[in-house]
C-alpha cells in the first residue's frame, strides 16, 4: 500500500533553511483526488498546518508562513519537498508529510500519513 | 482568524464507558475539511473520521461523528484499551487554510 517517508537534517541552525523530502512509495504521486501536505507539531503541541501541493505544482500554504514556506513536487521521482527559510527554536518539531485526500461528495483530509522527522533549531 | 477550541482538554474515563469530544469553531464552517485524527504516543495522527461523520477505511463503528456549523463532536461508544489517545479535530477556512484544535487527551481512569 501507499507509504510516505520523510527524510533530511535532524539539526538545522538558526536563521537557515529546513529543507525536508517526501518520499512516496506503493503508488504514484500524480493523481488529480489528491494534495500532498507538510504538517508539524512541536514538542507537547498541537499539529500545524504548514502547507500542500498538488501533483501539477498548485501550492496552498497556511497564511501565518506563507512568507517562509516552499513546497514543491517532483513526478520523475515521485516525492515533494518542503523548505523553510530564517528558522527560528520556534520551528523545532516533528515534520509530517502527508496525503490530501479530496472526494467528490464526502470530504476531504489527511488519509495517509509518513512516521515524521524530528527536526531541532539549534546552533 | 479560525480558532479551534476542543474540549475537555482531558478527559478521564474506564474500558468500556463512552466518550464524547466537542470542537468548536470561532466561525461557521462547511463540513467538507471537518476531520478526526488520532494519536497515540510517538506515532503520526490516523485519520478517523473526514467530512464531519463519514468514517475513514478500518475505523471500528465504535467511532462516529456528527456535527454542523461552528459544533463538531467525536463519539467513542464502548472505549477499547487501545483508544486512549490524543484526538485532535480539523477544519479549513479561506482566510485561515486547514487548522487544527488543541487536542483531548482520553486517559484511563
Known amino acids: 500500500q501507499l507509504q510516505l517517508q520523510e527524510s533530511g537534517p535532524g539539526l538545522v541552525k538558526p536563521s537557515e533553511t529546513l529543507s525536508l523530502t517526501c518520499s512516496v512509495s506503493?503508488?504514484?504521486?500524480?493523481?488529480?483526488?489528491?494534495?500532498w501536505g507538510w504538517i508539524r507539531q512541536p514538542p507537547g503541541k498541537r499539529l500545524e498546518w504548514l502547507g500542500s501541493i498538488s501533483y501539477s505544482g498548485s501550492t496552498n500554504y497556511n497564511p501565518s508562513l506563507k512568507s517562509r514556506v516552499t513546497i514543491s513536487v517532483d513526478t520523475s521521482k515521485n516525492q515533494f519537498s518542503l523548505w523553510l527559510n530564517s528558522v527560528t527554536a520556534a520551528d523545532t518539531a516533528v515534520y509530517y508529510c502527508?496525503?490530501?485526500?479530496?472526494?467528490?461528495?464526502?470530504?476531504?483530509?489527511?488519509?495517509?500519513w509518513g512516521q515524521g522527522t524530528m527536526v531541532t533549531v539549534s546552533s | 482568524e479560525l480558532v479551534l477550541t476542543q474540549s475537555p482538554g482531558t478527559l478521564s474515563l474506564s474500558p468500556g464507558e463512552r466518550a464524547t469530544l466537542s470542537c468548536r469553531a470561532s466561525q461557521s464552517l462547511s463540513t467538507r475539511a471537518s476531520a478526526w485524527y488520532q494519536q497515540r504516543p510517538g506515532q503520526a495522527p490516523r485519520l478517523l473520521i473526514y467530512?464531519?461523520?463519514s468514517r475513514a477505511t478500518g475505523i471500528p463503528d465504535r467511532f462516529s461523528g456528527g456535527g454542523s456549523g461552528t459544533d463538531f463532536t467525536l463519539t467513542i461508544s464502548r472505549l477499547e484499551p487501545e483508544d486512549f489517545a490524543v484526538y485532535y479535530c480539523?477544519?479549513?477556512?479561506?482566510?485561515?487554510?486547514?487548522?487544527f484544535g488543541g487536542g483531548t487527551k482520553v486517559e484511563m481512569k
Open positions: 480539523h477544519q479549513y477556512s479561506p482566510s485561515s487554510g486547514l487548522t
Open positions: 502527508a496525503r490530501w485526500k479530496v472526494t467528490a461528495t464526502l470530504g476531504d483530509a489527511f488519509d495517509i
Open positions: 467530512g464531519a461523520s
Open positions: 506503493g503508488g504514484s504521486i500524480s493523481g488529480t483526488n489528491y494534495f
